[in-house]
């Protein structure tokens, strides 16, 4: 067969595909692209990828910038390529490009509808995303779950909350909205209710977004002069939870549509979810009906992770990795050092972890302090200032307006014990020493007089409010 007729072929081929076929090619493609590059990779690059039928037949694979289509174009367009040969019943042309290079405003959207199993009507406004469909039938990963979701002082409310909302029959607050700084499991917290909400059967259709995918399902919905479908779409639900929506803001017509979509489900007593890295009230909107809305509900902070809440999460992330590293053993010496040496967010957290996995596990080589530190010599890592048993002591001594050799001396009047107990409790949680380290630092100790200490101030943090304002205090002041 001659150029002219393999790209007749291509052509026809492509004429003889319909949205259904095209959702059904694309979903397996991307299925294999992200079994062969990994979670990561697929996260970052891929699921944000949406495809359409352009004028002249061609599969469109869209990447949301120019550097995008670079990316996916240099390291994964001849694969893409073979893998829809190999899957697709007939032969076409493959056109990776951006949204600006689309040549005709008609094209047909394949429609992340098409992949509902609830019956929802076909619509050209949302990208094809396997993470924004229902979440009735939305495989969520494992790792976002209530589960994997640890929980420390910094989001106990949050994951309180969200449990709540995700087990009700109706919404308890609405809408509710969590917020902090990137990083803190916003996005995670989210697809938990998500997960939590669509097995329990209380509500038949579950519908999560990224606020991206909403503002490019609207805009093009107006593109092509037909936002019902979307509207349907987006209200048609029993639970509809948006992430980062502060990116909507400063959108006018898109900031319309979403406050006329939330307070249309709150209307109808369907229950809304939002996160965003800042409060409602610092949100840059248009229309300030859109931020009295969203203040209208429940507005829940999250703050970055403490060293204990930092360890649950490490310890999390370990077991995680074994899925794919067997053999990966970490040592607890190791994992109390990066529990305090990377304090800015879980995400870094994790990011350092993947970076010692790939240095250790994956060549063969033991998780050491010495790889450990050279992984971090190469990363830029953000620390906390090194907090010393030495500083706990001192710090705990003058606010309890006693010694330090009361600390460390063999008595035991409540005046001694209390500030005792508290001082190695924190030096177990914000310092890396080992039990019997912590303990031969207090006057000679056994490591089992340590464990009961910490294990009499956790267990009464939580009932004793003088205690935690105590403890919060002495951390305050210990970073200074």
């Known amino acids: 067969m001659g150029y002219s007729q393999d790209a007749t072929a291509r052509r026809d081929g492509a004429a003889m595909m319909d949205s259904s076929s095209i959702v059904a090619v694309w979903r397996a493609v991307r299925a294999r692209l992200r079994e062969e590059c990994g979670d990561l990779v697929y996260a970052a690059e891929i699921a944000r990828l949406r495809v359409e039928l352009d004028a002249a037949g061609r599969v469109c694979v869209i990447c949301p910038n120019e550097f995008g289509r670079s990316w996916v174009e240099d390291n994964v367009g001849m694969r893409l390529r073979a893998l829809w040969a190999n899957v697709a019943e007939h032969a076409c042309d493959i056109l990776i490009c951006t949204?600006?290079?689309?040549?005709?405003?008609?094209?047909?959207?394949?429609?992340?509808?098409?992949?509902?199993?609830?019956?929802?009507?076909?619509?050209?406004?949302?990208?094809?995303?396997?993470?924004?469909?229902?979440?009735?039938?939305?495989?969520?990963?494992?790792?976002?779950?209530?589960?994997?979701?640890?929980?420390?002082?910094?989001?106990?409310?949050?994951?309180?909350a969200a449990r709540a909302v995700a087990s009700a029959e109706a919404p308890p607050f609405n809408p509710v909205f969590f917020h902090g700084d990137y990083g803190v499991g916003k996005s995670h917290l989210l697809a938990a209710i998500a997960h939590a909400a669509s097995l329990s059967g209380k509500r038949k259709k579950v519908l999560y977004l990224t606020a991206e995918e909403f503002l490019n399902g609207f805009q093009s919905a107006l593109r092509a002069r037909d936002v019902q479908p979307f509207k349907d779409l987006v209200r048609d639900c029993d639970m509809l939870l948006i992430d980062d929506v502060h990116f909507i803001c400063g959108k006018p017509r898109t900031e319309d549509e979403f406050l006329q979509t939330v307070t249309s489900l709150i209307s109808a007593e369907k229950q809304v979810v939002l996160a965003s890295h800042c409060a409602p009230s610092q949100l840059s909107v248009s229309d300030d009906r859109l931020r009295n809305v969203l203040a209208g509900g429940f507005n829940c902070p999250l703050q970055g992770p403490d060293l204990d809440l930092r360890r649950k999460i490490l310890d999390c992330k370990i077991a995680q990795a074994r899925n794919h590293c067997p053999d990966l053993d970490v040592p607890e010496t190791v994992r109390d050092f990066l529990a305090a040496r990377v304090t800015s967010s879980a995400r870094e957290l994790e990011g350092v972890l993947n970076n010692i996995i790939v240095r250790t596990a994956y060549?063969?080589?033991?998780?050491?302090?010495?790889?450990?530190e050279e992984a971090l010599g190469e990363l830029p890592v953000k620390a906390e200032r090194r907090i010393t048993v030495d500083d706990i002591q001192k710090t705990a001594a003058s606010y309890f307006s006693i010694t330090v050799d009361d600390l460390i001396s063999k008595r035991r009047t409540k005046a001694v014990v209390r500030p005792r107990h508290i001082a190695m409790y924190l030096a177990k949680t914000m310092t890396t020493r080992s039990l019997p380290d912590i303990g031969r630092r207090f006057g000679g100790r056994d490591h089992s007089t340590v464990i009961h200490a910490v294990n009499k101030i956790t267990e009464t943090l939580t009932s004793d409010a003088v205690l935690a304002e105590d403890v919060e205090a002495l951390r305050r002041r210990l970073r200074g």
């Open 99 to 160: 949204e600006k290079t689309l040549t005709s405003q008609k094209s047909q959207t394949v429609s992340v509808a098409a992949l509902s199993a609830g019956g929802v009507s076909d619509t050209a406004a949302l990208p094809l995303v396997e993470d924004t469909i229902e979440a009735s039938e939305a495989k969520r990963e494992a790792r976002f779950t209530f589960d994997t979701f640890m929980v420390g002082s910094a989001n106990m409310m949050a994951a309180t």
């Open 363 to 372: 060549m063969n080589r033991p998780v050491t302090m010495e790889t450990v």
